[in-house]
C-alpha cells in the first residue's frame, strides 16, 4: 500500500532514501567515543583473529560486489591475503581452506541458497565463517560462527540499494576491526577512517539531494540500448553494481569494466552517443588513478561516447570531458562507493520507470534465491 511505501511510488524509491539512517544505524554503537571499533558480537577471539592468514569473501550479485570492494580494504588495513568469489563458483571448484582461513559471507536475506552452501563447505574444511547478513536469524547467521548484522531494515525492492551501503559499512568495519586487533602500521590512518564514517551518513544525505539532474538525464535515455560504466580501483566494483542495477530494473544491455581494461578490448564498443558512466577516484590520494581515468574518459569521448562522469566535488581535471557530471562529497579514497553508488542506483530506477517497468517486481528475478 501506499502508506507502506512511506509517500513513495515505489519500495525502491524510499529504500534509496532510507539510505543515510541504514549506514547511521549500522554503525551505531560499534565505534567509542575514543574513535575504537567495539564489534564484540563478532565471537571470534581476538588470537583467532591475530592467527588468520587468509580471508575468503563468497557471495552473489550486489553482496558479491561489496565484497569485492571489501577486499581492497581489508588488504590495505590488514595486510592480510583476500580473495573474493562469488559463492556459486566457489562451493564447486575444491577451494583450499583451513582452520586459519577467515570466510566472510555476504547476504542480505540471509537465505540466498548458494552463499549458504559456500559457508557449509567452508565450515566443513575447518574455516571460520562470519556472516554479514540484514535479516535476524535467518539461515546464513545461524550457521555460522559469527555475524554482524546490518541495520538497513527490511528491504522489500527486488534491487537492492539499501542493504548493499550497509553490507560495504560492515565491511569496512571488518576491515578496520581486523587491522585493530591485529595492528599494522596504519594505526593512524585506521583511527582517521573510523572517525571519517562517522560523518558519511550526512555525506550520503547530501548526494541525495542533488539527484534531480540525474533523474533528467536518465529519463532522456530511455531510447538506448547499451550503457557502459567504467571505474578503477574501488570504483571498479562500483561500475558492475551500477550495471547491475540498471540490467535488472532498465533490462538494458549494462556492463561494467574495469577503466584500464579498455584498451584489452571494450573500446571497441564505443560508437557515437554511446552512454558511458565512469566513476572518478579522489585526485587525492591515488593521484596517478585520477589521472589515469581522466586519460580514459578523453579516449572514449574522443571515439564519439557521451560521458557520464561520477567525480568527487572540486574535482575539474574531469570537467572539460564530462558531457554531464556528478558530483559526489569528498571522502577518503576506500570509502568513495559509500557514495558513488548512490547515483547509479537512482539513475537505474528512474530508467526503469521511464521504460513503464515494474520498478520493485523485475521479470524473472526473486528476492532472495531459494534454490541453487
Ligand atoms: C541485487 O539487486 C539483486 N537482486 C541480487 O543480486 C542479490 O544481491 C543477490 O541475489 C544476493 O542476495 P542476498 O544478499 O540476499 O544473499
Same mark, same amino acid.
Given at each position: 500500500?501506499?502508506?507502506?511505501?512511506?509517500?513513495?511510488?515505489?519500495?525502491?524509491?524510499?529504500?534509496?532514501?532510507?539510505?543515510?539512517?541504514?549506514?547511521?544505524?549500522?554503525?551505531?554503537?560499534?565505534?567509542?567515543?575514543?574513535?575504537?571499533?567495539?564489534?564484540?558480537?563478532?565471537?571470534? =577471539?581476538?588470537?583467532?583473529?591475530?592467527?588468520?592468514?587468509?580471508?575468503?569473501?563468497?557471495?552473489?550479485?550486489?553482496?558479491?560486489? %561489496?565484497?569485492?570492494?571489501?577486499?581492497?580494504?581489508?588488504?590495505?588495513?590488514?595486510?592480510?591475503?583476500?580473495?573474493?568469489?562469488?559463492?556459486?563458483?566457489?562451493?564447486?571448484?575444491?577451494?583450499?581452506?583451513?582452520?586459519?582461513?577467515?570466510?566472510?559471507?555476504? *547476504?542480505? *536475506?540471509?537465505?540466498?541458497?548458494?552463499?549458504?552452501?559456500?559457508?557449509?563447505?567452508?565450515?566443513?574444511?575447518?574455516?571460520?565463517?562470519?556472516?554479514?547478513?540484514?535479516?535476524?536469524?535467518?539461515?546464513? =547467521?545461524?550457521?555460522?560462527?559469527?555475524?554482524?548484522?546490518?541495520?538497513?531494515?527490511?528491504?522489500?525492492?527486488?534491487? *537492492?540499494?539499501? %542493504?548493499?551501503?550497509?553490507?560495504?559499512?560492515?565491511?569496512?568495519?571488518? %576491515?578496520?576491526?581486523?587491522?585493530?586487533?591485529?595492528?599494522?602500521?596504519?594505526?593512524?590512518?585506521?583511527?582517521?577512517?573510523?572517525?571519517?564514517?562517522?560523518?558519511?551518513?550526512?555525506?550520503?544525505?547530501?548526494?541525495?539531494?542533488?539527484?534531480?539532474?540525474?533523474?533528467?538525464?536518465?529519463?532522456?535515455?530511455?531510447?538506448?540500448?547499451?550503457?557502459?560504466?567504467?571505474?578503477?580501483?574501488?570504483?571498479?566494483?562500483?561500475?558492475?553494481?551500477?550495471?547491475?542495477?540498471?540490467?535488472?530494473?532498465?533490462?538494458?544491455?549494462?556492463?561494467?569494466?574495469?577503466?584500464?581494461?579498455?584498451?584489452?578490448?571494450?573500446?571497441?564498443?564505443?560508437?557515437?552517443?554511446?552512454?558511458?558512466?565512469?566513476?572518478?577516484?579522489? =585526485?587525492?590520494?591515488? *593521484?596517478?588513478?585520477?589521472?589515469? &581515468?581522466?586519460?580514459? &574518459?578523453?579516449?572514449?569521448?574522443?571515439?564519439?561516447?557521451?560521458? &557520464?562522469?561520477?567525480?568527487?566535488?572540486?574535482?575539474?581535471?574531469?570537467?572539460?570531458?564530462?558531457?554531464?557530471?556528478?558530483?559526489?562529497?569528498?571522502?577518503?579514497?576506500?570509502?568513495?562507493?559509500?557514495?558513488?553508488?548512490? =547515483?547509479?542506483?537512482?539513475?537505474?530506477?528512474?530508467?526503469?520507470?521511464?521504460?513503464?517497468?515494474?520498478?520493485?517486481?523485475?521479470?524473472?528475478?526473486?528476492?532472495?534465491?531459494?534454490?541453487?
Amino acid at each position: 500500500s501506499a502508506a507502506e511505501k512511506g509517500g513513495y511510488d515505489y519500495f525502491m524509491l524510499k529504500e534509496i532514501a532510507e539510505q543515510p539512517k541504514a549506514v547511521a544505524d549500522t554503525l551505531l554503537g560499534r565505534i567509542d567515543g575514543a574513535g575504537s571499533l567495539t564489534l564484540d558480537e563478532v565471537r571470534i =577471539p581476538a588470537n583467532v583473529l591475530r592467527e588468520v592468514d587468509k580471508v575468503v569473501i563468497v557471495a552473489c550479485g550486489t553482496a558479491f560486489h %561489496a565484497g569485492l570492494i571489501a577486499k581492497y580494504a581489508i588488504e590495505h588495513w590488514t595486510r592480510v591475503p583476500c580473495e573474493v568469489e562469488l559463492a556459486s563458483e566457489f562451493r564447486y571448484r575444491d577451494p583450499i581452506l583451513d582452520q586459519q582461513t577467515l570466510v566472510v559471507a555476504i *547476504s542480505q *536475506s540471509g537465505e540466498t541458497m548458494d552463499t549458504l552452501m559456500a559457508l557449509r563447505h567452508a565450515r566443513e574444511q575447518g574455516a571460520k565463517v562470519l556472516a554479514i547478513c540484514n535479516t535476524n536469524g535467518s539461515t546464513i =547467521p545461524r550457521e555460522s560462527d559469527a555475524v554482524l548484522y546490518t541495520h538497513a531494515g527490511p528491504e522489500v525492492a527486488v534491487a *537492492s540499494t539499501k %542493504a548493499f551501503l550497509t553490507q560495504l559499512v560492515a565491511c569496512y568495519l571488518v %576491515a578496520l576491526y581486523l587491522g585493530q586487533v591485529r595492528g599494522t602500521k596504519y594505526a593512524d590512518e585506521i583511527r582517521a577512517v573510523v572517525r571519517d564514517l562517522g560523518s558519511i551518513s550526512g555525506a550520503v544525505e547530501r548526494v541525495l539531494e542533488t539527484m534531480e539532474p540525474v533523474r533528467e538525464l536518465a529519463r532522456s535515455l530511455v531510447e538506448k540500448n547499451t550503457v557502459l560504466f567504467l571505474g578503477r580501483h574501488v570504483g571498479y566494483p562500483v561500475a558492475l553494481e551500477g550495471a547491475l542495477k540498471l540490467k535488472e530494473l532498465a533490462y538494458m544491455h549494462a556492463e561494467g569494466f574495469a577503466a584500464g581494461e579498455l584498451k584489452h578490448g571494450p573500446i571497441a564498443l564505443i560508437e557515437d552517443d554511446l552512454p558511458v558512466v565512469v566513476v572518478v577516484p579522489s =585526485p587525492r590520494g591515488r *593521484s596517478v588513478l585520477h589521472d589515469k &581515468i581522466v586519460s580514459n &574518459i578523453q579516449e572514449i569521448r574522443a571515439r564519439g561516447a557521451r560521458t &557520464i562522469v561520477v567525480a568527487e566535488e572540486g574535482d575539474d581535471a574531469v570537467v572539460p570531458y564530462a558531457d554531464h557530471l556528478i558530483r559526489v562529497p569528498v571522502t577518503p579514497t576506500l570509502l568513495q562507493p559509500l557514495v558513488a553508488t548512490v =547515483p547509479l542506483q537512482v539513475f537505474a530506477c528512474e530508467l526503469a520507470t521511464a521504460r513503464g517497468n515494474e520498478v520493485d517486481q523485475p521479470r524473472n528475478l526473486a528476492k532472495s534465491v531459494t534454490v541453487e
